[in-house]
């Protein structure tokens, strides 16, 4: 592949941003590696899933929505701003120009009949790209054309390169005893024709796994996966009762095997949106049983949660995750016909720390107030529209047992039951 001629296209302070997740255009950021301007430039990778950046020159300024993804390993090795957006605003920050973006890198995919599509990840690109002074774009022989994502064609193109490279896999945790006890008590919450958005993780993985009985269940979510595909293949989900895009997974991306990229090639069953309307509240809001289901890192006796950052005892954050569509998912499903969130973790960490707290230490990422459900190994806590007291009380009881007696000492000193 010839390197571009990135100096004749990129400005002194330009605002680069890239197409995300199983859509990063690795071929694009390794060229511009090889040969990038001097000047300074900044750079929004989104949720990346290489670390094709991490040989971008100092002078490329990297950002992203958080520790999602290989972001964190970037954040290692080189300084990375993390910007703790609702996902649900990554394509309007374009739209209504609160974030610039002078030059789109996007990774597209080719059909037999020769039109573009944005392959295996929506996300924001197109936003970004419609305000974008240049559209850079490299055409991988290797990403799939899913239902939704054809590229438009008047968004102009300034340059073109082929690529041939993998997409990013997705690198899921094996359940454990304790993730696979959780995700049993998760999936007994699911009724027959719910509508899943379920996270990345070992927990969210655990309870797919747990589905067994349920039938007739649909998916309206940030990402396709392989276990949702498999859930297909087991007659456990098929859009059918959804109340809204009946018969297709509506999803921002799909993540994970080659196998899973080969069967959403074309798929009538899959279909790519924006984050727009993915991750929207009144779409969301319109799907009846919706059923969210995501982790987190802490949880405070009052439903409060942390799903972007542990905290050292220095008092140092260390970012591990970040905001995501959380908050979006969580209040939509509040607004949703029948609809439930589930907030999933262990009661201890691996090393035995406490992840039920009594007031978080690192930020918060979901208030209170928008907390439903909360489960661990030692049962769920009914959170909405609780009193205080009742929730101090719910939340000691998914406690670990021995964590409760300093759990209820930390609420008597806060003045709750």
């Avoid at 859509?23 to 090889?34: F, I, K, N, T, Y």
């Avoid at 945790?173 to 699911?190: M, N, S």
């Avoid at 109340?243 to 790519?272: E, H």
């Avoid at 970012?319 to 609809?339: C, E, K, T």
Wanted: aromatic share 4%; proline share 5%; hydrophobic share 45%.
């Amino acid at each position: 592949m010839a390197d571009i001629d990135w100096a004749r296209w990129l400005r002194a302070g330009d605002h680069l941003v890239c197409s995300h997740m199983s859509a990063e255009p690795v071929a694009l950021l390794q060229s511009l590696a090889r040969s990038a301007p001097a000047h300074a430039l900044h750079l929004m990778l989104g949720v990346p899933f290489s670390l094709a950046a991490a040989d971008l020159p100092a002078s490329c300024a990297i950002t992203t929505y958080g520790a999602m993804g290989s972001a964190g390993q970037l954040a290692r090795s080189r300084t990375v701003q993390f910007s703790p957006v609702h996902y649900s605003r990554t394509g309007l920050v374009y739209e209504q120009r609160d974030w610039p973006c002078d030059v789109a890198l996007v990774s597209l995919a080719r059909a037999p009949d020769g039109r573009l599509y944005l392959g295996a990840s929506h996300g924001p690109a197109l936003a970004a790209a419609r305000h974008a002074r240049h559209v850079i774009a490299e055409v991988n022989a290797q990403a799939p054309c899913v239902t939704g994502a054809a590229w438009p064609d008047d968004i102009a193109i300034s340059v073109m390169i082929e690529a041939d490279h993998a997409l990013a896999p997705l690198s899921e945790q094996t359940p454990g005893r304790i993730e696979h006890a959780i995700g049993q008590q998760v999936a007994a919450l699911v009724p027959d024709g719910a509508c899943l958005q379920v996270g990345i993780g070992s927990l969210p993985s655990a309870t797919l796994a747990a589905l067994h009985t349920q039938r007739q269940l649909g998916v309206h979510s940030g990402m396709w996966s392989d276990q949702l595909q498999s859930l297909v293949d087991a007659g456990v989900v098929d859009h059918s009762r959804k109340s809204r895009d009946a018969g297709m997974a509506v999803v921002g991306a799909v993540l994970g095997s080659d196998s899973l990229y080969r069967a959403a090639d074309g798929s009538p069953a899959i279909c790519l949106r924006e984050p727009g309307y993915t991750h929207d509240a009144a779409v969301v809001a319109s799907i009846d049983d919706f059923f969210s289901l995501n982790s987190a890192i802490e949880v405070d006796l009052l439903g409060n949660v942390n799903a972007e950052a542990l905290v050292g005892a220095d008092g140092r954050w260390r970012h591990v995750g970040g905001v995501g569509g959380l908050p979006d998912f969580v209040r939509a499903a509040r607004l949703s016909r029948r609809g439930r969130s589930v907030i999933a973790l262990p009661s201890r960490t691996a090393k035995g720390h406490a992840r039920i707290v009594a007031r978080l230490v690192g930020p918060c990422t979901l208030a209170a107030n928008d907390t439903d459900l909360v489960v661990t190994e030692h049962g769920v806590a009914h959170l909405r529209d609780a009193s205080l007291d009742q929730r101090v009380q719910r939340m000691l009881a998914i406690a670990d047992p021995e964590d409760r007696d300093s759990l209820a000492a930390g609420a008597r000193a806060m003045g709750l039951a």
